[in-house]
């Protein structure tokens, strides 16, 4: 009996131990992977005495090279965007409500598409753009929180709302076109930005350093009318996505060694219907809380890839643009192209629970917008990770971001996120010298390492979840069923998050707010919760 105080002693000091130390290295991980606590260092200029000299080229004006431009804008005297699609230089590329945007995007596949912006999103354009909440509201865009009814074959997951105090985190419900619009609007602002401009052209190689082996010059670019110019650069961006222009200027360079390449193919693929809903259909759609309710995350439907291939996802937008995308992994039957599609691509989901009804009506009433809806079709090529971190002979004075250096599958909503993560590493790097008018010659080294172990959350968890489909194509010298045990386990926890929102909580701080862990989900509460659960049945 004496020993009973010492008995609870030693076990009290145990758990405080156990809970200090996962703590401790929880918050190494997600410093080392999640870039959450990167972007509060955005927006923070240099003085114009302590900028680098000289001019920073960014290749592409898409997501990727707007947030660039935006990030070099506060370390470097002068910014030049390079973008090919002429019409972006005018007023109708920046217009706020994009909805009546005149111009097509030749090069974005995905610009009409469905998009889902994550919390962190949010979160990074505030830090990026002071008043950001300001331009979102200029174009109709809807900031609330991020409440997208997440949906395993056919059962609810459980928001984790008291973990964040009661509500949700907030997100932009906006489309691709209104983000990229909105930005384009903010990065371009002469006011705001003076040494930020861009041209129209096309980069056709780099310009060799004669007097510095390790670096580039600068870029040559090919205008609309056909003419070449030279700009000298002291830093070269690549953000010309899956054109990946600089693989092509490299070598001509001198820098021919082979970039080292990680790809796999889920072979995906969707189409996006974008329906415009007038008042009165907007009034009768048969939504839980109304339409017009705050939010316009309806429904986000993943499948049990044991026994489905098949997705759907249902978004309100800016200007109240609805945006139904199904989709699915391998052999989905022929390209959806009416509401009747839609509706047969829902009854034939493969739900252990059935799929409310609510949305089936709201799917049929769609029939009273079908005649001016718009349809994108996407093929998703390849995933890839080109490792950039483990080149040898790389110019010191250039990197590579956005789907040049990693496409990931675009079902995970991750492609934003991506762009701004590799900005913000390119803002970290750069603040390490913040005094020095001069571009670190480490500079690309650092970028690149930084970046590739920031990316590791978005690359390996749509692995795990592809692998599970029987026609996804592994990367090469992988067993898809290595993954087995891992999908196995999510499953349960998947399971467990239809009533316990603590068992939902490790997935959305990984996928929404870019700041989860890798070991959330190996918490000794959580297996023991997770075990429980599927010995019960």
């Not at 997100?171 to 006011?191: G, K, P, Y």
């Not at 007038?278 to 939010?295: I, N, S």
């Not at 970290?428 to 690149?448: C, E, G, I, Q, W």
Request: proline letters at 5%; aromatic letters at 10%; glycine letters at 8%.
């Amino acid at each position: 009996m004496v020993a009973l105080p010492y008995f609870f002693a030693a076990s009290l000091g145990s758990v405080v131990a156990f809970k200090i130390f996962w703590s401790l290295l929880r918050s190494h991980l997600v410093a080392k992977h999640c870039a959450i606590g990167d972007i509060q260092e955005l927006g923070k200029a240099r003085p114009d005495g302590a900028k680098i000299r000289g001019t920073a080229v960014v290749c592409g004006g898409s997501y990727a090279g707007l947030a660039t431009a935006r990030v070099l804008a506060d370390h470097f005297e002068r910014v030049v965007i390079i973008e090919p699609e002429e019409w972006l230089l005018e007023e109708d590329a920046r217009r706020a409500v994009s909805w009546e945007q005149e111009g097509k995007r030749a090069r974005i596949v995905q610009y009409n598409s469905l998009q889902a912006t994550q919390p962190f999103v949010l979160r990074t354009m505030r830090y990026l753009f002071p008043n950001w909440d300001a331009t979102c509201k200029e174009g109709g865009i809807e900031i609330a929180p991020y409440e997208l009814n997440f949906m395993w074959w056919g059962n609810t997951a459980q928001s984790p709302r008291k973990y964040f105090g009661g509500v949700i985190p907030d997100a932009m419900f906006v489309s691709r076109r209104a983000l990229e619009t909105a930005i384009r609007r903010r990065v371009l602002d002469v006011n705001a930005y003076p040494n930020i401009s861009q041209v129209a052209g096309q980069v056709t190689n780099f310009i060799m350093d004669k007097n510095h082996s390790d670096r580039v010059g600068g870029v040559t670019y090919r205008d609309i009318n056909g003419n070449t110019t030279d700009i000298h650069a002291e830093l070269v961006a690549d953000c010309t996505g899956t054109a990946q222009g600089s693989l092509k200027w490299l070598p001509q360079a001198g820098f021919t060694e082979e970039i080292k390449k990680d790809t796999y193919d889920a072979k995906m693929r969707y189409t996006t219907f974008t329906f415009k809903i007038t008042p009165e259909l907007g009034a009768k759609l048969p939504v839980p809380g109304g339409f017009y309710r705050q939010g316009g995350g309806y429904l986000v439907s993943n499948p049990d890839a044991r026994t489905d291939n098949k997705y759907i996802c249902i978004l309100r937008n800016e200007g109240n643009l609805v945006s139904v995308c199904p989709g699915g992994w391998g052999g989905t039957g022929a390209p959806l192209k009416t509401v009747d599609d839609i509706v047969a691509h829902c009854k034939a989901l493969k739900f252990t629970t059935p799929m409310p009804q609510w949305i089936m009506d709201y799917v049929e009433m769609l029939h009273e917008a079908e005649h001016d809806m718009v349809v994108s079709q996407v093929n998703v090529g390849p995933s890839f990770l080109l490792k950039f971190h483990e080149a040898k002979n790389l110019p010191t004075n250039y990197v590579c971001l956005g789907d040049v250096l990693c496409r990931v599958n675009p079902l995970y909503g991750h492609g934003c996120a991506k762009a701004l993560t590799g900005a913000s590493c390119i803002n970290m790097v750069l603040n390490r010298t913040r005094s020095s008018p001069v571009l670190p010659r480490s500079f690309a080294k650092d970028f690149f390492k930084l970046h590739a172990e920031k990316l590791v959350p978005m690359w390996e968890l749509p692995i795990l979840m592809d692998y599970g489909h029987e026609t996804t194509v592994p990367i090469e010298g992988q067993k898809k069923s290595d993954t087995d045990g891992l999908r196995w386990y999510l499953r349960q926890v998947f399971e467990l998050s239809f009533k316990d929102e603590d068992a939902f909580l490790p997935s959305f701080l990984t996928i929404t707010l870019m700041g989860g862990a890798s070991i959330d989900l190996l918490h000794p509460v959580l297996i023991a919760k997770v075990m429980w659960n599927y010995l019960r049945g």
